[in-house]
């Protein structure tokens, strides 16, 4: 079996049902993914940016995939910024006197000035025309900024988040130019238990004028704080946090491959991020993606499959301060002929397919691809737009095919970013699926006749770029009708 190429993924049935047995209750493969990412993040915990942990988790990785037996298993080094979050405390003055309450502070704060406390009244806004509105009038100078932006995430809890991004993003410079003194937002979470999330921001410039301290507050103290302000009292917090932007460090995107047996130098890749928040382990943001990519790998493996082409994992580090693992990787290897990058950071939650973004002919063999997944009932090949996925996004940009796992992830922001994202988030069952859409998906387009037709830059396929794909098929095979079946 899997020895000789077929042209069309129809022709992968067999091969298909193979790996969805061996990752189904009872299978060869089943309950793996869960229990390996477990043991990384109960031995590694959490793995910020520039920590000593996350160099742990790279060379965890390194280890066990070598251990595991895979091909040209290596790190590559990727400089990351370093943040520390230090202590963090604030505490109520008025009108609830000792009221502690959580926060985290937000990636690439500043501390309050030597991490002393700073005690402030504090001036509620709704949005960011408000706080406009009441700069303009003065209003926000001394002040400490809360932002309390309500999106309905019961309706929408998934594409809140970019509704809401911005308040967390960009809230502390806009505070801080009309005279505030530190900044809070109301935490960007669907579901809330009096967990703050924390989460990425970014200064306007580096100008001592633009940095003010920013943290995330829990979305009960953020509606508690809005009630104190609509009734007239006067909110008062005393706030110290202890962050520092210290230099750089070397972290270490980390690779394993499934060699192609007839065309190696030909690549499809999966992925995850490694790297994650400080809080929780990051067992779904994003080691369960990481997981998935991974366990797809040793699905083929423990069925002693090699692809045509070569399969390779990556887990990339950076990710949550800004993509910055898999920037760096498409530099280093924008040469090499990346057939399709495959990405999950949404959740490895019972998968439902993938979205798709790249050429018509491509959709055409992936949606092919998808059909092969009707066992499992994860067939749904979207063109949404929607893979919010940004380590492959470069890949993508310049036209080459990319997928990302569609799951059944409406529960993700409840946990994203705060300390609950732990394992007991991901189910063992709903992994493996998630895995056997990766290892179909990888398998199959690895191991095609002909390569998935690239698309124009920017994602989307045009008419120009398809006629050309054609005319060199033509070409080469002397029929245009051959290789690929094209809906
Ligand atoms: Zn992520």
Redesign the pocket.
Known sequence: MATTAKPSPSDYTTEAQSIITSLLPGGLCADQAWHKLAALTDTVGNRVCGSPSLERASSYMLSVWQAEGFDNVHGENVTVPHWHRGNEECTMLNPRLGYRMQILGLGTSIGTPEGRPVEAHVLVVRNFDELAALGKAGQVQGKIVLVNYACDWSTNPVGCYGACTKYRGEGASRAARWGAVAYLVRSLASASIGSPHTGMQTYASSKAEDQIPAAAVTVEDAEALARMQARGEDVVLRLSMGAKNLPARQARNVVAEWRGRELPDEVVLLSG?LD?WDVGVGAM??GG?LAISWQALSTLRALHWRARRTIRVVGWVG??FGGIGGRQYFDDHREEKVVLVIES?MGAFRPRGLSFSGGEEAASVMAEVGSLLGGINATLVARDGKGYETDTQPWKAVGVPGASLLSENERYFAYHHSHGDQMSVLQPGDMDLAAAVFAVTAFVVADLDEALPKGDERGEGGKGKMKEEKERRTMRKGNAGSGLAVS
Do not use: L, N
């Open positions: 991020h994650s943001d994003d993606g990710e949550e950071d």
